[in-house]
């Protein structure tokens, strides 16, 4: 009897980091696209770090912090090429392999515009090899790598909507609640529930007055800026929130 195979990833993920909803149907979309490792990625709310898999372990450890505390990558499974020539024997853990990436999401720090940070990778600490941006400490001589955060505050985007109004909109799996919350309400993560107009499509058509707004969704109970709208701001607590201009 053939096994039908649903998703296309297995992600292994323990718990939610800091800010970042290392669960949300954002996040997952994220890790599906990634085609090898590469140099450290911006999120919405923080950054992506990943190494290759034929590492035993890779760890992450952050100049803020003292390098007192250090971060695990996790590794990223996928469904054979092939699931009909899993071992049936072995069961459905069989029917995955290795991507070939290993990954860990940080949040950008409240504060802070950049983060220094090193590797320890199968136990020896080193720069990120696969990020050429790195500084030399003066006081030890050894060097961090180095990602600096990109500049969010912009010119507020303006939407094609009609005129006293603004259309938020939404992708995320049928049948679920997505809210928006704003300073237009509050910040309530309650008061607007977007509609599923088509399968997977959320929207929602808010009568607002002329002038610049900040906004994020909650899906799942987690709270994450606009994917569609590319400029961001920072609030008061450091989270990254949406920006647009109503006209």
Known sequence: MKRFIIPMFLVFIIGTIGA?????????????RLKAPGKPEFLDNGVLFTAPSRFRSVGIAFAHEGFAKVYW??????????????????????????S????????FPPGERELEYRLIIDGLW??????????????????????IFPEIRQTPA????PPGTFSFTYRAPSGETVTVAGDFNGWDPFMYELR??????????????????????YHRGRRFSDPNNP?????????????????
């Open 196 to 217: 599923e107009i088509a399968p997977e499509l959320y929207s929602l058509v808010l009568p607002l007055p002329p002038g610049t707004y900040r906004y994020v969704f």
């Open 231 to 247: 400029v961001k701001a920072y609030n008061s607590s450091g989270e990254v929130v949406s920006e647009a201009v109503v006209r």
């Open 158 to 161: 303006a939407f094609d909507s």
């Open 100 to 107: 070939g990436i290993l990954f860990y999401a940080h949040p």
């Open 73 to 98: 990558f996790q590794k990223l499974m996928k469904v054979r090429d092939d699931p009909e020539a899993a071992n049936p024997k072995k069961g459905d853990a069989d029917l995955y392999q290795d």
């Open 20 to 32: 970042l909803d290392t669960e949300s149907y954002q996040f997952i979309d994220h890790l599906l």
């Open 126 to 147: 080193t720069v990120d090899p696969l990020n050429p941006l790195r500084r030399m400490d003066e006081r030890s001589g050894i060097y961090r790598s180095v990602v």
